[in-house]
């Protein structure tokens, strides 16, 4: 009992009376008071950042990105006419490459097949070539009349002819947009897909290729029978490709390129837009394509300083200067004139392409393109007498 009476007040000592809550008192916060300099200061560096953001960064993303991605637009290109003829000529519109733009790795590398062996090639960094279109003024509806006469003498012949005189813009366009079998005349965008990678400093003019039976083709040109293991600089493979025109050289050059679809690139670049590459050489189906005003546009931008460096047009120039077929344009053309060209021949289809320095100063593009029975040895008289034709209604004599 006497230690239940002890738990007990134990038990009392360890309660903890109820507090009454006091209900009626308030309690003050205190409130900071604000500074208006430090709040102006704050909207001073908010409108700042703001004026500075819409002032630099926006305009650049959007005539960089938004504009081109979203609203095409045409710009104002130098056509390099005479002041008298001057007439201000815009470029077709653009817009962003919204692939590229996804896809960025595809800007750094290529894969491609060649015969059955992996590829993997540096391609070049996209850079806006400024490629200039040919100014027109009046097409020569004599000579048109002539050529036509001549195509009439000449039935199994359906050629496209496209003329343009440098003096004064005047034209012969005959089936100028329509799409041929391009021939070795692919040639010459792949040779200036060469130039454009050395002026992008990919590659120089000196660097060697090895031949190896992978790149040898058959058709024209010498090093098909050469002894594999031999390095070859790629100075040594433009001018085989062009003076010789040897396929194995033209593949090769592709290949280090990066392959056919890295020269298609190149091309929609240039804003060659119906030529293109589908098969290595040699492609005696035809499947390569180009019209003649789209290799006459080629030609034209050889002496554009905007689109090719000074080195690269003298060897492109020394090139094509020295092509060994001279049986077709050339033929045609009177003394001392200098026709830098290449030509193109699979059987049914015989062509030419160039420019032509004549000795009285007179310079002209002439590209001719001439479907044709297999072989049929028509071909070639037409596309001379053809030459002749024009030749003396530009030149004389």
């Known amino acids: 009992m006497y230690a239940y009476q002890q738990q007990k007040t134990a038990n009392r000592l360890h309660v903890v009376p109820d507090r009454k809550r006091a209900s009626n008192v308030v309690i003050k916060h205190s409130k900071k008071k604000s500074n208006p300099v430090k709040d102006l200061f704050r909207m001073l560096v908010v409108f700042s950042f703001l004026a500075a953001f819409m002032y630099f960064v926006f305009p650049t993303s959007y005539g960089r990105l938004i ?61 806006h070539s400024e490629v200039t279109t040919m100014y027109h003024t009046n097409e020569m509806s004599g000579l048109k009349s002539q050529l036509e006469g001549l195509m009439a003498q000449y039935p199994m012949i359906k050629p496209a002819i496209y003329v343009w005189e440098y003096e004064n ?146 060897y492109i120039i020394d090139y094509m200067s020295h092509v060994k077929n001279n049986r077709l344009i050339a033929a045609g053309l009177g003394d001392g004139a200098l026709f830098v060209h290449k030509t193109g021949d699979i059987g049914t289809m015989l062509g030419d392409a160039g420019i ?6 007179k310079k002209y593009i002439v590209v001719i393109l001439a479907n044709r029975p297999h072989n049929a040895p028509q071909g070639k008289d037409f596309i001379v007498k053809a030459s002749s034709l024009i030749y003396k209604a530009i030149v004389g004599g």
Do not use: C, H
């Not at 098909?224 to 001018?239: E, I, P």
């Not at 280090?256 to 492609?283: E, Q």
């Not at 032509?356 to 100063?361: D, I, K, L, R, T």
């Open 356 to 361: 032509v320095y004549a000795q009285n100063g």
């Open 67 to 127: 504009n081109n991605v979203f609203f095409q637009r045409a710009v104002p290109i130098n056509t390099g006419e005479p002041a008298n003829m001057a007439v201000k000529k815009w470029s077709k519109p653009v817009a962003a490459d919204m692939y590229s733009i996804a896809n960025p790795v595809t800007n750094y590398l290529s894969n491609d097949m060649f015969k059955n062996r992996l590829l993997l090639t540096p391609t070049i960094q996209k850079t």
């Open 169 to 314: 813009g005047k034209f012969v366009d005959i089936n100028g947009d329509s799409l041929y079998s391009a021939a070795s005349i692919i040639k010459l965008p792949v040779l200036i897909r060469l130039f454009k990678s050395i002026e992008a400093k990919q590659m120089t003019i000196y660097d060697d290729m090895i031949l190896t039976n992978y790149y040898q083709s058959p058709g024209s040109g010498n090093l098909q029978y050469a002894q594999t293991g031999r390095k070859y600089s790629l100075d040594q493979l433009a001018k085989t490709m062009i003076q010789d025109s040897d396929n194995t050289s033209t593949n090769m050059i592709m290949a280090k390129l990066g392959g056919m679809d890295d020269i298609n690139a190149g091309l929609r670049d240039w804003g060659i837009s119906k030529t293109y590459v589908r098969t290595w050489l040699p492609d005696l189906t035809g499947t390569n394509k180009t019209t003649a005003k789209d290799m006459a546009k080629l030609l034209y931008n050889l002496d554009n300083p905007g689109f090719l460096n000074i080195n690269s047009r003298e």
